[in-house]
């Protein structure tokens, strides 16, 4: 459920920083930064990962309880390193089968969470063999049109 949740939320937060900054021209190289229109857009988009941690902060504090843990713990989600530890213990760590100190157990995972678990891994793989497809089929291209000419 943790992950299932942050990952959508991620998601339909990069999408919508993609449009907004894509409808405004601005891309990635904010060439056109003294404008103030794309300053406003600049921090809309602040204010949506901001909104972004803060929904990952709440979703590791709930998932600590599950475990058992206070919830103090999820400020280790902001320190560089430390961060990937922890994330990887919301991830894998197994939470308490019945009522702890926070409160009782979570309900049972939906089909839609499930189905979400299934398809974050084949995301990760098919962005990773983009990551590489794509550059090398690029240069075969090029290396194609140099041979022709």
Not at 17 to 25: D, H, K, N, W
Not at 89 to 111: D, Q
């Amino acid at each position: 459920r943790y992950i299932a949740y942050i990952f959508t939320m991620y998601l339909l937060v990069s999408f919508a920083v993609g449009a907004i900054s894509t409808a405004a021209g601005i891309g990635f190289g904010f060439k056109q930064l003294g404008d103030s229109g794309n300053i406003a857009i600049i921090l809309i988009v602040m204010l949506a990962y901001l909104a972004l941690l803060i929904y990952a902060l709440v979703y590791g504090i709930r998932r600590l309880n599950d475990i058992g843990w206070s919830g103090w713990l999820s400020i280790l989600l902001l320190i560089p390193l430390l961060n990937l530890l922890m994330g990887l213990l919301l991830l894998f760590m197994p939470g308490e089968p019945g009522v702890n100190r926070y409160g009782s157990p979570p309900a049972p995972n939906t089909w839609g969470i499930r189905i979400m678990a299934f398809f974050i891994p084949a995301i990760m793989i098919i962005g990773i063999l983009a990551a590489i497809t794509i550059p090398a089929y690029q240069e075969y291209v090029e290396r194609a049109q140099q041979s022709q000419q």
